[in-house]
T-cell receptor, first 111, second 115 residues
């Protein structure tokens, strides 16, 4: 069965203090690994899709990387507006559109 | 381009009642998926509909059901509500193609409280 584990559960950073979030996964056949951001009271907002080991994608202060067993979301010089819960999810080839989510990392960036 | 619209946004029910939630996907999206989000379990997959057919289902009891209409709009129903059904119910739409990893776009959710 597909499994996704995210760490840490919560992370508190000072503005400008870079860090990384981890997503470890087990899936029979990876179609894609997704990163979403979720703000309180809202639905998840899409950030990135990664398809194969070695792939990297960037968007503003965020950079996502993928290996065969895990993905990292690197946050460079974060700002308070980056505070949110970051969710990782995997989609396998035989699951149609089903996503299996981790429980997320709650990020708080203090000014 | 309008996003995924879910109604109602908030609702309160009592144990034993039933509830119907509605989801209007992004225009052109033929796949609609439903998820339950709770503080303890995170996001759990309920089911996915594509062209009015359920093509995948999660590990939820039969009290949870859904359907999709010809215009791709979807509804989900929960019967005989239990306290543990209190959650944020999220709908997501996508193109639904199996040739690649389609991005799922989520709605804002329907917050259900069962008393």
């Amino acid at each position: 069965e597909d499994q996704v584990t995210q760490s840490p559960e919560a992370l508190r950073l000072q503005e400008g203090e870079s860090s990384s979030l981890n997503c470890s996964y087990t899936v029979s056949g990876l179609r894609g690994l997704f990163w979403y951001r979720q703000d309180p009271g809202k639905g998840p907002e899409f950030l990135f899709t990664l398809y194969s080991a070695g792939e990297e994608k960037e968007k503003e202060r965020l950079k996502a990387t993928l290996t065969k067993k895990e993905s990292f979301l690197h946050i460079t010089a974060p700002k308070p507006e980056d505070s949110a819960t970051y969710l990782c999810a995997v989609q396998e080839f035989t699951g149609f559109q089903k996503l299996v989510f981790g429980t997320g990392t709650r990020l708080l960036v203090s000014p | 381009k309008a996003g995924v619209t879910q109604t109602p946004r908030y609702l309160i029910k009592t144990r034993g009642q039933q509830v119907t939630l509605s989801c209007s996907p992004i225009s052109g999206h033929r796949s609609v998926s439903w998820y339950q989000q709770t503080p303890g379990q995170g996001l759990q997959f309920l089911f996915e509909y594509f062209s009015e057919t359920q093509r995948n289902k999660g590990n939820f009891p039969g009290r949870f059901s859904g359907r999709q209409f010809s215009n791709s709009r979807s509804e989900m129903n929960v019967s005989t509500l239990e306290l543990g059904d209190s959650a944020l119910y999220l709908c997501a739409s996508s193109l639904g193609q199996n040739s690649g990893a389609n991005v799922l776009t989520f709605g804002a959710g329907s917050r259900l409280t069962v008393l």
